[in-house]
């Protein structure tokens, strides 16, 4: 199952990472015109974004723990100074706050490998079990998982776009295969506690995110929160997937993976299909959210309104990518969610199903109120290559959700 | 060779306490290339080197890297960095020396309560290394908690990740070379990067206090509830 993961997480990271660079090339140009002030060298940005680009392939294919440890502290210091692209006063605390609590929490993450690799040669439980607990702690810091998820909003709020949409479409789901990886090889007796503080974080991610996102003013915390939520939402579908998936077959050729009940196969699907179609629409929205940024110089939502009037094709991405990351129907995710709310506890997925409305009333309200009404402000005109590489995601998602569906139809 | 290694470690213990007593940057910084020494030959220390007699080229490579780069080269980039920002000591700490030293010290003993009631006897070259790694990880986090100095903070830092450093050489973890040496990179990447982040914030807050670090967050939308 990891090695499906690993090949699936690799391929979508390779499209994003295309689809943010030429985004970026189109953004920058535009973002250094409009917004003037000090900015670093072009050549330094896009060398930084190319290494984020190879230290997260580094992550995916590392081969050993510690290894990988060293490749996904690299996508820190990589992607730090593309956060701090203009050198503002709040890029440049998110810069530092991003870099000091992930690297701490990456040292915890550190210090938890080398508790588990000792585990591995005494045997001891005890060990096994603080490791997992700092692993946890330390790539769940980077995964933003909730509390560790501070440094996550103001990092994804003052990046440029396209970096914000890597980082929270392919390095969030990097630091989460850190933390798949350990857990899969964690033996029979210590599961069963690290299930419970797999679902307790992603829970708790879940409760913090439709807190904070039911009165956001930003409406690119807006999308950060919205990542926060959806990281904890594919830790709980893993976590349901290691405890009722039953043990997994693989075909003969290696090409596939079953699991014994359905339960396996319906959650296995739900998570890959909700890791894929959560990174492609964050990504829409991410490049859609940095165009207005553009276009109103202001990331107030009270400052944006209209925009089906003012601004018809990015009303028209905004409006999309909002239906589609609240998982309503036509949304792949609407499935994924309906996989995990069928096959958790009751509690669970009553838990689970009052947050979920709690984020689908903020958002909506928010989408709403930003395109409906007059416009307040007239926005800059924008060059209509901007819109390119959105409209395209929107038509991939569109594509790969009817593939998804049809698949599972026949399936 | 264990006595040597337990005068060691307990000096590294007291490195730890006059960091947290500390209130000037230059000294604050020769504590910690001190610390970066004793992180680097600790496991030349820790070798078994009358069963196994003279250690493997590895070994020795790793520790000459780490005390190099611990102990020279991260220390020196860290005084320039002081140099070139013109940054004064810290005056007005959140916690005061003396009680940070006190807290400090709380934390020495805990570490050698929890170390005891690990009863971790596999395995391991120096039953002093463990607790001295808990302490000096905490007096790591606590320096961060505690000072307003973005260069105290990245200081903080390291004395966190020569804590790791010295768990690891207790409990004889052998990654081999590249991820010895990667983890190296990484804590030096990140020290530079951290240290351009510190002249950007000079330049642009004109202070090195992260309190002028709080714009960004969401406390004000809980305000208004």
Same mark, same amino acid.
């Given at each position: 199952m990891i090695d499906s993961l690993q090949i699936l997480l690799i391929v979508l990271t390779s499209v994003l990472f295309v689809a943010d660079l030429v985004q970026s090339v189109f953004y920058i140009r535009e973002a250094d015109r409009c917004e003037g002030g000090e900015h670093m060298p072009r050549w330094l940005y896009f060398t930084c974004f190319c290494g984020f680009f190879g230290a997260m392939l580094f992550a995916l294919l590392a081969p050993s723990l510690p290894l990988m440890w060293v490749a996904v502290e690299l996508t820190t210091l990589v992607s730090a100074p593309l956060i701090a692209y203009h050198r503002s006063p709040g890029a440049l605390e998110a810069m530092w706050k991003y870099l000091l609590i992930c690297s701490i929490g990456i040292g915890l993450a550190l210090f938890g490998t080398m508790l588990v690799m000792h585990a591995m040669t005494t045997g001891n439980p005890t060990w096994y079990k603080a490791g997992f607990v700092f692993v946890l702690a330390g790539y769940g810091t980077k995964t933003g998982l909730a509390p560790f998820h501070t440094w996550l909003p103001d990092a994804h709020s003052e990046a440029p776009a396209p970096v914000s949409a890597l980082l929270s479409g392919a390095l969030l789901n990097c630091s989460f295969f850190a933390i798949a990886r350990f857990r899969t090889i964690m033996?029979?007796? /210590?599961t069963g506690f690290c299930d419970t503080a797999m679902i307790a974080l992603g829970l708790l991610s879940l409760a913090v995110a439709a807190v904070f996102m /039911?009165? =956001? +003013?930003d409406y690119k915390r807006l999308l950060a929160y919205s990542s926060i939520e959806h990281m904890g939402l594919i830790v709980v579908l893993f976590t349901l997937l290691q405890m009722y998936g039953g043990s997994e077959i693989v075909f003969e050729d290696g090409k596939g993976v079953v699991f014994e009940n359905i339960t396996g196969d319906i959650l296995f699907s739900a998570l890959l299909g909700h890791i894929v179609f959560h990174s492609l629409t964050k990504t829409l929205l991410f490049q859609t959210a940095g165009n207005l940024l553009l276009a109103?110089? +202001?990331?107030?939502?009270?400052? /944006? =309104?209209g925009l089906g009037v003012s601004m018809k094709l990015h009303a028209v991405l905004w409006i999309a990518g909002i239906v589609f990351i609240c998982g309503m129907p036509p949304s792949v995710l609407f499935l994924t969610e309906l996989g995990l709310v069928v096959s958790a506890p009751i509690w669970m997925s009553a838990i689970v199903l009052f947050l979920l409305f709690c984020v689908f009333a903020a958002m909506t309200k928010i989408a709403l109120a930003m395109t409906m009404g007059k416009p307040a402000a007239v926005p800059r005109p924008l060059p209509a290559r901007l819109c390119c590489v959105p409209t395209l995601i929107l038509l991939l998602l569109i594509l790969c959700g009817i593939f998804f569906c049809v698949g599972h139809f026949f399936h | 060779m264990t006595s040597l290694a337990e005068i060691l470690l307990a000096l590294f213990l007291m490195t730890n306490l006059l960091l947290a007593g500390t209130g000037r940057l230059r000294q604050a910084i020769r504590l910690v290339a001190v610390q970066g020494w004793f992180v680097g030959i600790l496991p030349v220390v820790l070798w078994n080197w009358t069963a196994e007699g003279s250690p493997e080229m590895r070994v020795w490579a790793v520790a000459a890297v780490n005390t190099v780069v611990k102990g020279v080269v991260l220390p020196a980039l860290l005084l320039y960095a002081t140099r070139k920002v013109n940054a004064k000591g810290? @005056?007005?700490? @959140?916690?005061s020396f003396k009680l940070s030293q006190a807290i400090v010290f709380a934390f020495v003993v805990a570490s050698f309560v929890i170390g005891k009631s690990l009863h971790i006897h596999e395995a391991i070259a120096c039953e002093l290394a463990i607790p001295v790694a808990f302490a000096t990880m905490g007096t790591g986090l606590f320096l961060i908690c505690a000072r307003r100095k973005a260069i105290t903070q990245v200081l903080g830092f390291l004395v966190f990740e020569n804590g790791i450093t010295v768990f690891g050489s207790g409990i004889l973890m052998e990654y081999g070379l590249i991820v010895e040496l990667g983890i190296l990179l990484d804590v030096f990447v990140l020290v530079f990067v951290l240290g351009i982040a510190i002249y950007q914030i000079s330049r642009t807050f004109s202070s090195l206090d992260t309190d002028k670090l709080n714009q960004l967050g969401d406390v004000h939308l809980m305000k208004r509830m």
């Open positions: 033996p029979d007796e /210590v /039911v009165r =956001q +003013t109103f110089g +202001t990331r107030a939502i009270a400052a /944006v =309104q | 810290e @005056l007005e700490p @959140l916690v």
